[in-house]
């Protein structure tokens, strides 16, 4: 019988048949090895129990994490910048005053619907620090959470809250994610038991945050009646371990040792992509007294894709001379390799940047040395004042009261001084370095619009930015990142990496577009106008499209001169008005530009055209919004009211859209 099967076959058949026995072979075989105790197949091994129990704490939900470890407050934040993350943390060692221990959580690293168990907690605290980024969104990272919590499905009886929530009262929808969620934690049966923070970052962020941890910590210890444990002050959250000779270290990466030799996609915030500057130009002429770089980063082979409208993250190091200035100052080995290790074995955070590294390099690439010291920093380094006075001075200047808050704004806030400028006012301070490392924020990516289409070329992204640069008193002022832009030269390397917008063009290509981008918030525009183009090469019809460009003066800062008289010779860009301020004897803006041409506007406006606005939103965003009402009103015959909710109309159905920064 097998001899009849056999012989019907021919010689591929048979080698099927044979690959097919061998697998079957070869499946039972490994069904039955896995089944047998682990000490038949090794002896076990500290490294295997190690990975095993770091896999399980893991995988491990942080309700579980609460139950098992004790831990009573969990801290979420929504953080774009890494405001609210520093801020959480800071709350998490404020509570250690008090023996207590928080789990710290990004909600983008979590199961949300967990938050369900949070009752099963016993005395749960829960406290969201959230910010409100754009007009009114939840931050990348809080998207999840933020729709869960409004769907509503969540029971959180039993649990009681607190927010703090971080904005910007330049824009529309001041602090509106904080608001929200302040609401929605009642909603869903929780109890709050303090009052809504809203930190304004316009003003003064920090002395918002002060005054409103300072009265929060006290109601919390009385409400569940915590014994403060003064000792518990002088605490450090991190503990120095020297490196052994020849460990690799960390050379700037944020994700995995050697990330920049051997790139591995996707690209985001904790996995940047190492793009070559492929050109650096200068925009302004040689009349401007200030300076804006024109930069394309190639990213050819690493699949990062983007659309005009999207923003690119860019990666700073920090001036050397600055890092420089504090190893002077602090006398110690920059070369130095380390790694700073939380004192709490079970703190999901193992360490505050990668690890290990060397001084100069967490310096360089790891923390802020630039921005205005925050409170809790000068309050722990005055310890190492050896003079009384600059100690005094520096305990009264983080200090929540009147005099402490007035003098905080005005030496640390007005005046912008960094941890390198109190340093070298206050001259017996020295802290160590390991201290003053765990005590800095994060140095954080800065966005800037892409000024790009990826429909010319894909694997390059333009951005276009103004050096900030300028003085107070004896002390020069330098943006952290353009300067660092500055250095770009074209072969050097950044990281980057691609982070989605809403602001995009109209599908129909031949819907009109209203574009207005005063200086460099013209850089989406410069998108649109090569997608268009694109489509308008390729044969097919496209929409008229109006910019109201704004700068100083056509013969100093007009940025894409000659571009923007090409895409019109294209007959791409079918009407360009310009708002030069200081070309004239009195000041012209995009807006008082936009009523001069308020019957074309309301003809676009009234037929389906989309308006789109990037650039300042202090002024120049509320004074187009309020010319568009006007025209609104004046020009389309509406009612006050009926031109507030035209324009909100406009909003929600994305024919307004806004890029705007503060």
Request: overall charge negative; charged content about 25%; hydrophobic content about 35%.
């Amino acid at each position: 019988m097998l001899a009849w099967i056999v012989s019907g076959l021919d010689t591929s058949d048979l080698v099927v048949l044979t690959l097919l026995a061998g697998g079957a072979i070869i499946f039972l075989f490994m069904k039955v090895f896995n089944q047998q105790p682990s000490s038949s197949r090794y002896s076990p091994t500290v490294a295997s129990v190690t990975t095993s129990a770091a896999a399980s704490k893991s995988n491990q939900s942080f309700i579980d994490r609460m139950k098992n470890e004790n831990r009573q407050v969990l801290i979420m934040y929504g953080s774009q910048t890494g405001t609210a993350e520093e801020m959480s943390g800071r709350l998490a060692k404020d509570l250690t005053r008090y023996t207590k221990k928080a789990v710290v959580v990004d909600p983008e690293d979590i199961e949300c619907e967990d938050l369900n168990r949070l009752s099963e907690v016993e005395d749960a605290l829960l406290v969201l620090c959230i910010a409100t980024y754009g007009e009114g969104d939840p931050t990348d990272n809080a998207v999840t959470l933020v729709e869960y919590l409004n769907a509503g499905d969540c029971d959180l009886s039993g649990v009681r809250f607190a927010v703090f929530g971080l904005g910007n009262k330049t824009y529309e929808h001041f602090n509106e994610i904080g608001i929200q969620m302040d609401k929605q934690l009642e909603k869903l049966g929780a109890k709050r038991i303090f009052h809504l923070g809203l930190g304004d970052d316009d003003a003064n962020l920090e002395e918002d945050f002060m005054i409103w941890r300072e009265a929060f910590l006290p109601k919390v210890a009385e409400e569940f009646g915590w014994e403060l444990n003064t000792e518990a002050e002088t605490m450090r959250q991190y503990q120095l371990e020297p490196v052994e000779e020849g460990k690799a270290l960390f050379k700037g990466e944020f994700g995995r040792l050697g990330a920049y030799e051997r790139p591995r996609p996707p690209f985001d915030v904790k996995n940047p992509y190492l793009a070559t500057v492929a050109i650096n130009d200068e925009l302004h002429t040689e009349h401007s007294d200030r300076s804006c770089r024109h930069i394309e980063f190639s990213v050819e082979g690493s699949r990062i894709r983007y659309e005009a409208g999207d923003h690119l993250a860019v990666f700073p190091t920090n001036d050397p001379v600055l890092v420089d200035r504090l190893i002077n100052m602090l006398q110690f080995d920059p070369d130095h390799a380390f790694r700073l290790v939380n004192v709490d074995e079970d703190a999901s955070k193992r360490h505050p940047f990668p690890c290990p590294t060397t001084f100069r390099t967490a310096l360089s690439h790891y923390v802020d040395i630039c921005a205005p010291v925050k409170s809790h920093v000068l309050k722990a380094i005055s310890e190492y004042c050896t003079d009384d006075t600059e100690k005094e001075f520096l305990n009264k200047l983080s200090t929540a009261n009147e005099e402490g808050l007035k003098e905080y704004a005005r030496y640390i806030v007005k005046e912008r001084r960094s941890i390198v400028d109190v340093l070298t006012d206050q001259k017996t301070c020295k802290p160590p370095i390991e201290y003053l490392l765990e005590l800095l924020p994060r140095l954080q990516a800065r966005y800037y619009s892409i000024a790009s289409s990826p429909r010319l070329n894909e694997e390059k992204i333009a951005i276009c930015a103004v050096v900030t640069k300028y003085s107070i008193g004896d002390r020069d002022i330098n943006g952290v990142c353009t300067r660092y832009l500055t250095t770009k030269d074209a072969g050097s390397k950044s990281p980057v990496f691609v982070r989605k917008s809403t602001m995009r063009l109209p599908h129909r290509t031949t819907t009109q577009v209203i574009m207005i981008g005063p200086g460099t918030g013209f850089a989406p525009f410069r998108g649109f106008l090569q997608d268009r183009q694109f489509h308008k090469n390729a044969g097919k019809e496209i929409g008229a499209m109006h910019l109201y460009y704004g700068c100083r003066h056509p013969d100093h800062d007009y940025i894409y001169k000659d571009e923007l008289a090409k895409f019109q010779e294209d007959e791409v860009l079918t009407h360009l008005v310009c708002a030069f301020s200081r070309a004239q004897e009195h000041k012209i803006y995009v807006q008082d530009r936009l009523w001069e041409t308020r019957d074309r506007i309301w003809d676009a406006i009234n037929v389906g055209a989309h308006v789109y606005i990037c650039g300042d939103a202090r002024n120049m965003a509320r004074d187009v919004q309020a010319t568009l009402q006007k025209i609104f009103r004046e020009i389309g015959g509406k009612s006050e009211t009926e031109a507030v909710a035209y324009f909100k109309d406009m909003e929600k159905t994305k024919r307004y859209q806004a890029d705007v920064w503060s």
